[in-house]
């Protein structure tokens, strides 16, 4: 069974940065494309980054703010990452990972049938 826990959300002020977490199990995070999503409320379910097998990247944020996400792997603690540095008070959402277990990224939140519980972002001074 495919399961993502996220963790490392919080309140953090304008500025500051943080290191989101995406750890797997059932599967290994190098077999499929593991994708970031958001969700502030009253919103859709916006892609932001995505990690195929190869280790790729992909952006999907508009393109004056993809400098400030950062997607990573590391295969040896099954884990995905998103670095967001300068955080924004836009940024404020519920940060998702998931996976639709296959090999390539996709924008589209239909394509992904596993995801973690989210982790809570919130910006603020």
């Known amino acids: 069974q495919l399961q993502l826990v996220e963790s490392g959300g919080g309140l953090v002020q304008p500025g500051e940065s943080l290191r989101l977490s995406c750890v797997a199990s059932?599967?290994?995070?190098?077999?499929?494309?593991i994708a970031w999503f958001r969700q502030a409320p009253g919103k859709e379910r916006d892609p932001i980054s995505c990690?195929?097998?190869?280790?790729?990247?992909?952006?999907y944020t508009v393109s004056s703010d993809r400098g400030r996400f950062t997607i990573s792997r590391d295969n040896a603690k099954n884990t995905v990452y998103l670095q967001i540095s300068p955080l924004k008070s836009e940024d404020t959402a519920v940060y998702y990972c998931?996976?639709?277990?296959?090999?390539?990224?996709?924008?589209?939140?239909?394509?992904?049938?596993?995801w973690g519980q989210g982790t809570q972002v919130t910006v603020s001074s």
């Open positions: 998931g996976t639709g277990g296959r090999q390539w990224c996709s924008s589209s939140r239909w394509t992904y049938t596993t």
């Open positions: 059932g599967f290994t995070v190098e077999t499929y494309a």
């Open positions: 990690i195929n097998i190869s280790g790729d990247t992909i952006k």
